[in-house]
Nanobody, 122 residues
Framework: QVELVESGGGSVQDGGSLRLSCKAS????????MAWFRQAPGKEREFVSL????????LYAESVKGRFAISKDNPNNVVYLQMNKLKPEDTAVYFC???????????????WGQGTQVTVVS
């Protein structure tokens, strides 16, 4: 079982930036898809972005397209989420997840981190 540990969350001003990291222990197979989801208070968990482990193909939610960028460091088993031009509505707990399908459906992901809090203040 691969353990996922997120870091990099915190509090930032409206318009600011943060970079989240997700460190995976153990081997990530080339067929894996790594994703970020988020959950705001009182809301359902929602898809943010994903990246294929072997090809670097990416997908973004419309709400973050052009502001967030997902990337990875294969040798070190790390996935990043660079978040720019943050807005108060980006406030949420951000989760890293691993799956095997190129999908924005959280049901396709079977490995989850514990999450890291991102708070954007206006």
């Amino acid at each position: 079982q691969v353990e996922l540990v997120e870091s990099g969350g915190g509090s930032v001003q409206d318009g600011g930036s943060l970079r989240l990291s997700c460190k995976a222990s153990g081997r990530i197979y080339s067929s894996s898809v790594m994703a970020w989801f988020r959950q705001a208070p009182g809301k359902e968990r929602e898809f943010v972005s994903l990246i294929r482990w072997h090809s670097s193909s990416t997908l973004y939610a419309e709400s973050v397209k052009g502001r967030f960028a997902i990337s990875k460091d294969n040798p070190n088993n790390v996935v990043y989420l660079q978040m720019n031009k943050l807005k108060p509505e980006d406030t949420a707990v951000y989760f890293c997840a691993r799956g095997s399908q190129y999908s924005n459906n959280q049901r396709e992901y079977y490995n989850w981190g514990q999450g890291t809090q991102v708070t954007v203040v206006s």
